[in-house]
């Protein structure tokens, strides 16, 4: 069962000013995700971006936002076809268990100066 959809949308521009404070990269991205994002080049920032909307989908999609959540725990890569999934550790992991998710579906855009990022978490519904 669906039990939640997130969107967000996130402009560039955002990442690029994040990138000349020293250290605030790596407040919010897991060092995978960097070390794949700054290998695709010109288009790095792009990358970052799509993955922070990520992470605010998320958080959307379960409904409760990214409160108490270390972003760095929300872990966004590609598959060895290319496919965009999200892997969760420690906080983020606990969110989504708590929100009765066990499936992510994850599917990211970005052309010129924005970035989207599309979740929806499956699970187990819980009686209120």
Do not use: Y
């Not at 959809?5 to 000013?17: K, M, P, Q, Y």
């Not at 790095?44 to 990520?54: D, I, P, V």
């Not at 892997?87 to 929100?99: Q, S, T």
Request: aromatic letters at 4%; proline letters at 2%; a negative charge.
């Amino acid at each position: 069962m669906i039990l939640g959809i997130g969107l967000d949308v996130v402009h560039v521009h955002r990442l690029e000013r994040w990138r000349d404070t020293p250290g605030l990269l790596e407040r919010f991205f897991h060092p995978e995700e960097l070390k794949a994002a700054m290998s695709r080049g010109s288009t790095a920032m792009l990358s970052l971006a799509a993955r922070f909307a990520a992470k605010e989908a998320f958080g959307k999609a379960i409904g409760t936002g990214l409160s108490g959540i270390t972003l760095k725990n929300i872990l966004v890569l590609n598959n060895h076809n290319g496919k965009p999934c999200m892997e969760l550790f420690g906080n983020a992991l606990e969110a989504l268990h708590a929100a009765g998710g066990d499936i992510i579906h994850l599917s990211l855009t970005h052309e010129r100066d924005n970035a989207l990022a599309m979740v929806v978490i499956e699970g187990e519904a819980h009686d209120e």
